[in-house]
């Protein structure tokens, strides 16, 4: 299973990454690969406020 996470680094803070959405892909594949879609997911809610 592979996720893709989109987050940002607080100001104060720039080696920390807060995790703000994980993204589950349509995906396949068998126990030794897995294909994800060549174009990244669009959502507001993945935007940098």
Known sequence: ???YLYGVSPS???QVKEIHCV???PQWGTRETVHLPNILPEHESFKVR
Do not use: T
């Open 23 to 25: 993204v589950l892909p």
């Open 1 to 3: 299973i592979a996720g």
């Open 12 to 14: 104060d803070n720039p």
